[in-house]
C-alpha cells in the first residue's frame, strides 16, 4: 500500500522493552530513510518514539517480566489490547511488525490476521527454549519470522513455519565488530549489570552488594562499577544509597570492551558480553512462582543464550539460591586466576561472534517489510 492522495501508510510496530525499541528504532529508521512518507503507530520506548512513533502508551506500564506480573496487570493490558484493534480496524494498516514480546504480541498477531494485516514478526519467539505448543499458533497468525539465531532457522522449518535468518541486531552496530581485546589490555574493573527493569533490580542487588565487599578484601587492584540505565538511576541511588560507593556508568558497551571480568544478568546483555569478548557470570533471580512454572515450561538445559549458542557451560549460571556471594566468588577467582580459562573463553566467544559477521539485519528486515507493502 503506497500514499493515496492525503493518506500515508501506517504501520504497526509493537516492542514491548528497551532492549526491543533499539532494535525496532533500527528498523523504523532505515524504512524512513527509503520511505519517509512512512508513519509508525504502537508501543515502544525513547529510541522509537524520536523517530516519530505514535505512542499508544508509555513502555514503562508494560514492561514487566513473570507469569504472576502479567497477571496483576491484566486491565491493563485488556484494555490496550482493545485500542490496537480499534487502530487495525480504523487505520487501514497494511502491516504489523512485532518485536519480541511473544505474549501480547501473538494475540495482536491474531487480531491483524482477523482484518487481512500481514504479520512480519522480528525476533521470534523463543520457542525452543519454551513454549512449543505455541508453534501452531504462530504459523497460523504470522506470515514470517526473521529469525536472529542460526539454529532457529532449522528449529522452525520442521513446524513450516515462513522464516529467515538476518542476523543479529546488535551487529549493526560497529562496535561488535571491532576485535576482542585480551587480557593484558583491559582495565582492571569488575563490571556489574544487575538489570534493566525495578523489579530485576530489587531482586539482584543485595546479594550483589554484598559479593562487592568481598571482592574489595580479595581484589584490591580492581575498580567496581555497575552500569544502570539512565531511567533506573534515581530509584537505585534513592533506595540503595551503598551503591554510591562504585563507579556508576550507563554504556555498557564500552564498559564491556574494556573491563576485565563481568557480572551480568540473564539476557540479551549475555551476547553483549560474549560479542565484545568480556568473561562473565551469569544470574537471575526471580520470585519463586515463576521460576517454578518457567522450570517447567523449559526445554532447553542452560539459561545463558552463550551457552545455549554453544550447546554447553561456557559461562557459568547462578539461578535463584545459588546466586549468593559464596558462589560468584567461586566461579569469579576461577577466571580471574586462570589466564589460560580466560583466554579459552574468549575463542569461544569469537566461535559465537563469527556466525553473525558481515549480516546487516535491520536492514534486511526493512528490505523485507518494504516487500509486504508492495515494493
Excluded at 16 to 28: C, E, P, Q, R, Y
Excluded at 70 to 91: H, P
Amino acid at each position: 500500500m503506497k500514499k493515496n492522495g492525503n493518506e500515508l501508510t501506517k504501520i504497526l510496530i509493537i516492542a514491548g522493552d528497551t532492549s526491543g525499541d533499539l532494535h525496532a528504532a533500527k528498523v523504523m529508521k532505515r524504512l524512513l530513510d527509503i520511505r519517509p512518507d512512512l508513519k509508525f503507530v504502537g508501543i515502544g520506548g525513547e529510541k522509537m518514539t524520536e523517530l516519530g512513533l505514535e505512542k499508544i502508551i508509555d513502555l514503562s506500564k508494560i514492561s514487566v517480566v513473570g507469569f504472576w506480573e502479567v497477571l496483576k496487570n491484566i486491565d491493563i493490558f485488556l484494555e490496550l489490547k482493545g485500542k490496537i484493534k480499534k487502530i487495525i480496524e480504523n487505520d487501514n494498516i497494511p502491516l504489523f511488525i512485532p518485536v519480541d514480546y511473544p505474549g501480547f504480541n501473538l494475540e495482536i498477531a491474531k487480531i491483524c490476521t482477523d482484518n487481512n494485516v500481514k504479520a512480519l514478526w522480528y525476533i521470534a519467539p523463543q520457542l525452543w527454549a519454551w513454549g512449543q505448543k505455541r508453534a501452531e499458533k504462530l504459523k497460523q497468525y504470522v506470515d514470517k519470522l526473521l529469525v536472529v539465531f542460526p539454529f532457529e532457522e532449522k528449529f522452525f522449518n520442521s513446524f513450516d513455519i515462513n522464516n529467515e535468518f538476518v542476523g543479529h541486531p546488535l551487529m549493526d552496530n560497529s562496535i561488535f565488530s571491532e576485535p576482542l581485546k585480551p587480557f593484558n589490555e583491559r582495565q582492571n574493573n569488575l563490571l556489574i549489570l544487575p538489570g534493566s527493569r525495578k523489579q530485576e533490580i530489587e531482586l539482584h542487588i543485595q546479594p550483589l552488594l554484598k559479593y562487592c565487599e568481598i571482592f574489595e578484601s580479595n581484589y584490591s587492584n580492581f575498580d567496581i562499577v555497575f552500569s544502570i540505565p539512565p531511567h533506573l538511576h534515581k530509584f537505585v541511588t534513592g533506595n540503595y544509597p551503598q551503591i554510591k560507593r562504585y563507579n556508576i556508568e550507563i554504556d555498557s558497551h564500552i564498559l564491556m570492551q574494556n573491563s576485565k571480568i563481568g557480572l551480568i544478568k540473564s539476557g540479551t546483555s549475555n551476547l553483549e558480553a560474549a560479542l565484545l569478548g568480556l568473561p562473565f557470570i551469569m544470574f537471575y533471580r526471580t520470585s519463586w512462582f515463576n521460576y517454578l512454572i518457567g522450570k517447567r515450561l523449559t526445554k532447553v538445559p542452560y539459561f545463558s543464550i552463550v551457552n545455549i549458542l554453544s550447546n554447553k557451560l561456557v559461562v557459568d549460571e547462578l539461578i535463584q539460591n545459588q546466586m549468593n556471594p559464596r558462589n560468584i566468588q567461586l566461579s569469579i577467582d576461577k577466571i580471574i586466576s586462570n589466564e589460560v580459562e580466560y583466554l579459552q573463553k574468549q575463542k569461544i566467544f569469537y566461535e559465537i561472534k563469527a556466525t553473525f559477521l558481515g549480516k546487516s539485519a535491520s536492514e534486511r528486515v526493512a528490505k523485507i517489510a518494504l516487500s509486504y507493502l508492495g515494493e
